[in-house]
Each structure stands twice: as C-alpha cells, then as structure tokens.
C-alpha cells in the first residue's frame, strides 16, 4: 500500500469516525472468510457496515474526532462495526458475539461517549431509530382512535338501548 492510498483510507475512516452513530471494536481472531462474510450481511441487513483496518492508520484518523477514545482499544485484530443508527451497529456486533465467541467486543463510542463491552451490550439492548419512530407514531394514532370511539360510542349505545326499548313493548 503506498503513501496515497494509506491517505485516503485515513480520510475514509475518519469519515467514519465523525459520521457514524457508534463504533464497535472487536477482536475477530479466528473467524472463517464464511463467517465474517456473515457478520458483514447483518451488519448491511441492519443499514451498518464492518470494516477491517491498519491499527496504526485507523489511530491516525481517530484524531481530533468525537470518538478518540476508543483509540487504546486497537490493538490486535480488530474489526471495527459501525452504523449512522445509534444502535444497530451494536445489535449486530452483540447478537453475533453470541453466535460466535471468536468475535470478542472490546468496546466501542457513541460520538464522544466511550463504550465498555457493558456499554455496548446497554446500547443493543435499546430500541433501534426505525422502533422508536413506529413506537411515537403509534402513540400520536392512539387518541385519535380513541376520540372516534368516544364519539362513535353514544350514537351506538343509543340505538342498543333503543333497540331493547323496543323488544320489552312488542
């Protein structure tokens, strides 16, 4: 790899580092192609991304962003799984490291916040953006609905007791 395309990857990755939601470090010491393969469909299913980087270039883009933090947690061989959505990269990350304890969180940020592996198991038990927009939209329907019952209520309630008016005269 010569000096530009060791530039843009630093550029790249310091892309990452300010965009992202959070950043999951893991050590993935063993995977198989299959199973990291594996790993970067969740992460993609999910709308993250995994991405394996120099140690060295990747504490060279940290620098100067939100997450610099996290720098003391690259060492070895480390992957590093990240999504704009606060959550979903750390879903991923924790529900895979389950399935395969080859994978081994580390930690992790979300903007400046420094993730312990508790940290990131916190974050992925939390409702993803996509759940808490549904879950607000339910709740804005929810006393619509219940205006349209209450108004519909009495003219149906009326009726019924009409209707047992009726049956008790005949």
Do not use: W
């Not at 965009?19 to 299913?45: I, K, N, P």
């Not at 804005?140 to 309630?157: R, Y």
């Amino acid at each position: 790899m010569d000096r530009a395309q060791k530039e843009q990857l630093v550029d790249e990755l310091g892309q990452i580092f300010e965009s992202s939601g959070v950043v999951v470090v893991s050590h993935y010491v063993g995977l198989t192609v299959a199973e990291m393969q594996d790993l970067r469909a969740r992460a993609s299913a999910a709308g993250g991304s995994v991405r394996v980087a120099k140690n060295r270039l990747a504490k060279i883009a940290l620098e100067g962003k939100p997450c610099a933090s996290i720098a003391n947690l690259l060492t070895g061989m480390t992957v590093l799984t990240y999504s704009e959505d606060p959550v979903a990269a750390a879903k991923v990350a924790q529900e895979f490291s389950k399935d395969n304890p080859k994978l081994v969180i580390l930690g992790g940020a979300m903007g400046e916040n420094a993730l312990d592996v508790a940290g990131v198991e916190a974050v992925s038990k939390m409702p993803s953006r996509d759940e808490l927009i549904a879950t607000i939209a339910g709740m804005l329907g929810a006393p619509a609905s219940n205006i349209a019952g209450a108004i519909g209520a009495p003219a149906s309630n009326i009726a019924s007791i009409l209707s047992t008016i009726e049956d008790r005269a005949a």
